[in-house]
């Protein structure tokens, strides 16, 4: 029987996973509210994203809506904070059944969600200094507009932020599917949509919303629900090698 201190803490992790879901969702909403199509380097964006046909348009779009792309960016960091402090959880979850088990699902956690949220935070100023200059001089035309993002070695560099921390952050997701797996704690649908949101994370558009239904389970698991009842290693501890 896990002792009272682990449920005590897995309610509070399921409640934090919850809360991080909603803040992924808020972002996401924020994000979108003055454009039709994602931005030529939204915060996050996943690689192979098609690219927005219309460059003066999304930079216009991104300069009116600059709050709601601020209030999104803020929302995406808290949601990462978030899921770094259930990472800790899930760490301490796992090696309670697995004293072996290596300290990178616990660095991988609380470095990708680091680096996600630096990743965002500078993609956002990246993109808000090209707007600005798009929208303060010179022709609002798209030729004009792709000049000055092909011409952006920071929106470059956002790009290439993006992808490094996804890679470290997609790392702990499928560790960590791998990890629970092994114990026990995670059913092996459930783990194989982590290693799938791992893969989606870095290569897909779709990687996002894979990993908000992948937390969002882990989190109404932590809470003790799930259909069919939750795996018995929530129930009981069994240690492995």
Not at 10 to 25: F, H, K, P, T, Y
Not at 88 to 109: D, E, F
Not at 199 to 213: E, H, Q, R, S, T
């Amino acid at each position: 029987m896990p002792a009272p201190d682990e449920r005590r803490l897995g309610r509070i992790a399921g409640l934090g996973a919850l809360a991080g879901v909603a803040c992924w969702l808020g972002a996401l909403q924020f994000a979108n509210a003055n454009t039709d199509a994602g931005s030529p380097v939204l915060p996050g964006a996943a690689v192979g994203q098609p690219a927005p046909i219309d460059r003066a348009r999304e930079l216009l779009d991104f300069h009116a809506g600059v709050t709601d792309q601020a209030l999104a960016t803020t929302l995406r960091c808290v949601g990462l904070m978030l899921t770094a402090a259930v990472g800790i959880y899930l760490y301490s979850l796992v090696r309670t059944r697995r004293p072996g088990l290596s300290h990178w699902m616990l660095w991988s956690a609380l470095i990708g969600a680091t680096l996600v949220a630096g990743a965002s935070v500078f993609g956002y100023f990246a993109l808000d200094q090209i707007a600005t200059a798009f929208v303060s001089t010179g022709a609002r035309t798209t030729a004009r507009a792709q000049h000055l993002i092909s011409g952006s070695g920071a929106l470059h560099g956002a790009a290439i932020f993006d992808l490094a921390s996804r890679v470290v952050f997609a790392f702990w997701i499928g560790l960590t599917s791998l990890e629970m797996m092994r114990v026990g704690l995670l059913e092996r649908f459930l783990a194989y949509w982590g290693f799938g949101a791992c893969v989606a994370l870095v290569l897909l558009p779709i990687g996002d919303a894979m990993f908000i239904g992948w937390i969002g389970s882990i989190g109404v698991l932590a809470l003790g629900y799930w259909p069919g009842g939750r795996p018995e290693a929530w129930r009981t501890i069994a240690i492995t090698g």
